[in-house]
């Protein structure tokens, strides 16, 4: 039973133009959203995040939005960079355990120089 | 401003042995959070632990694993008997609060290969 679901698994982008990485969840009791970037081998690092009360967060190149009726998030990358070539993993948490994220299973992006 | 530290990053281990690792929370972080990663998939959660307590473990297999978070040195993720299914990257997290909007970091993670 995937509660997070990120249906495209890798994509790829030509550098200088926007990265729009998507992620669907099912469960309406989710009321915190993170996007984590991980290297091969390396740890998710932590990007951005967004609460249940806002419908857009923005940071530098990131901005994630939130759309709770459709339950839909994503996550854009402007200007892309080569150095974000990543896998992005996209993680939730319910509002009764807000420890327990709950992590889709990735999209793999490369930006293309 | 030491991150989470992982040991060891990679670790053999044969059918039936038994796996430890190690997990030192960021500094000021007393929560820490273990995840499994199997080929191919997310991250899952397997347990929650503060310092000498297991807050949830609802995630970790009912046999063979178990953690704990001493209130001197790491936290220990520990897998007796090992079998091939446990080949996996573990990845331990840590947080300041442990609720709310707390956002977790993650360490380098340890892959674990069992033959």
């Known amino acids: ?113 | 401003n030491a991150g989470v530290m992982q040991n060891p990053r990679h670790l053999v281990r044969r059918r039936g042995q038994e796996a430890r690792l190690r997990c030192s929370p960021m500094k000021g972080h007393s929560h820490v959070y273990w995840y499994r990663q199997l080929p191919e998939e997310g991250l899952k959660f397997m347990v929650y632990l503060q310092k000498e307590n297991i807050i949830d473990e609802s995630g970790m297999p009912k046999e063979r694993f178990s953690a704990e978070f001493p209130k001197e040195g790491p936290s220990i993720l520990r897998i007796q008997q090992v079998v091939r299914g446990d080949s996996a990257a573990y990845f331990c997290a840590s947080s300041p609060i442990g609720q709310g909007t707390d956002t977790q970091y993650f360490g380098p993670g340890t892959r674990l290969t069992v033959l």
């Open chain 1, 1 to 113: 039973d995937q509660q997070v679901k990120q249906n495209s698994p890798s994509l790829s982008v030509q550098e200088g133009r926007i990265s729009i990485l998507n992620c669907d969840y099912t469960n309406s009791m989710f009321d915190y959203f993170l996007w984590y970037k991980k290297y091969p081998a390396e740890g998710p690092t932590f990007l951005i995040s967004i609460s249940s009360i806002k419908d857009k967060n923005e940071d530098g190149r990131f901005t994630v939005f939130l759309n709770k009726s459709a339950k839909h998030l994503s996550l854009h990358i402007v200007p892309s960079q080569p150095g974000d070539s990543a896998v992005y993993f996209c993680a939730a948490s319910p509002a009764s355990g807000t420890y327990k994220y709950i992590f889709g299973t990735g999209t793999r992006l490369k930006v293309l120089a």
